[in-house]
DNA sequence: ACTATTTATTACCCACGGGTAATATACGGG
DNA sequence: CCCGTATATTACCCGTGGGTAATAAATAGT
């Protein structure tokens, strides 16, 4: 079975045998940062929780101390890197400049999450693994993340920082080579997260951008940080997904949504 | 079990009772075609064979008579999928014009592509569902359909028709949001596949197109693609993937790899 | 019509892996 | 020191679905 040598590398809260009374929310996100890892590595449907638990020197049924299920893990790991996308997003609306300064900065930004485990776990995990509610607390973000592409260059054509075009098409074409690069960057090439995004910022906005003329002005500043916004959260554990077809019927999955679709704001932390 | 109703509607070659003659090869292609749409609606893992199976009026079993096991079927929805791209591809390189010509002319093709269902298996099936034998096969094409793409903009930067770039993350950008395509476009929608194939031939050049100065002209020339170069590919049938059991000696499923990393051409027909 | 071959069916097998039950161990507090 | 709670383990269940064996029905050839 499991070896349960002291091995001695990683930063797993479960050393065999020793203080395994860290905080239940670092074990919790330390199961999802090995989970997100693995499912990346060898397909959600390739990696199974024994090998999760094991990267952590624990045992599979010690997850469900944690998650209801394979699902809500992977849901999990996909809210995490929306959350992130969240916050892009609010920090770009945040600041000032025009459309496409606006476009420019969410790209730069959007483009390195990609580059990392959570944010690559937005466009690599299938949505149809995620049980129904799940799903549409998913969709209905995805469709956001779109808005705000779509919002930036429409915003940019009234300003005249960008030129006339279909704003759904472009975000689609911008949103994809970004979403692409969760598919092909591998971390320790020979281009860093932040060479790509920014060069894909300039490649990406140069068919749109109206280039003649216009200033673009760009005061850099804005994107202070905005430090946070607290945001309680309270949620309890309902005894898992009810598995089998039918749901149920009132409580059960109250949590869920925590902060997907809602603010997020690095809240998520206590359950049960 | 399966109703086994005349039902009436779709084209299977396996009307319940009726002339069930019809050459092999279109029955295996029947099959194909229900996979992979079954494939991309479900996923992958989410659809069954049995599933596959009931869609043509006939029962899990018989499909082995035509392919050797799942991957198989998912590994020739890719690899009709490879052939068009390459016809692309080919056609694109045989046909004259600078570089970005060109380039415009396989982002139109490949775009297109990304509209139909076998176009989208090539970006939203997982490599790693399938046996390592095909895998490397697929990659080795993925390889070169970027590599197509690069040339074309390498030869573009050095006829004069295309800024100076780095043809790789050009390449990554225009792929990327090609490739999404089959991720988002739903026939039926306000857009024609042409219609999104042409905007963003379009979109997605202008970012890199020398539209200012520079007539394209230039002599130059040299990145010749150097018509092709067949290498035949031969391959046996190795006892399956692997896996339990033993597998036969000869005959049954002689194709495998057939056109998919050579040539293609339409060449997929006879087997056995 | 008889036979060989192809193609389909019914009835199975069984490995894999998600999930659960029963239980053991550690810890914190009174 | 004892008890309750949190957390982990061992041992198990079992549904699912890919894959196979045995066999039947259709087809082609002579």
Redesign the interface.
Known sequence: MDARIPSSNNESPWLPFESRRRARDEKREAVLRTAVALFLE??Y??ATLNEVAKRLNITKPALYNYFRGKDEILYECWSIGNELVDDCIAETSAGGGSGLDKLRKLIVRYAELMTADYGKSLVRF?I??LSEHNRKIVQTAKRRIDRAFRDYIAAGVEDGSVQA??PK??A??????????G??FQPGGE?SGRA?AE??AI??????AKTTTQATSTRKTTARKAAAAPAAEKVDKPPRKGNATREETSEHHTRTAAGAAGQSKRARSRLR
């Open positions: 060898q397909g449907h390739g299938d149809r693994d075009c279909d098409l472009a689609f074409a911008i949103a994809g080579s970004l979403n692409w690069i598919h092909w281009l790509v060069e894909f490649r990406l906005t140069e068919g749109i």
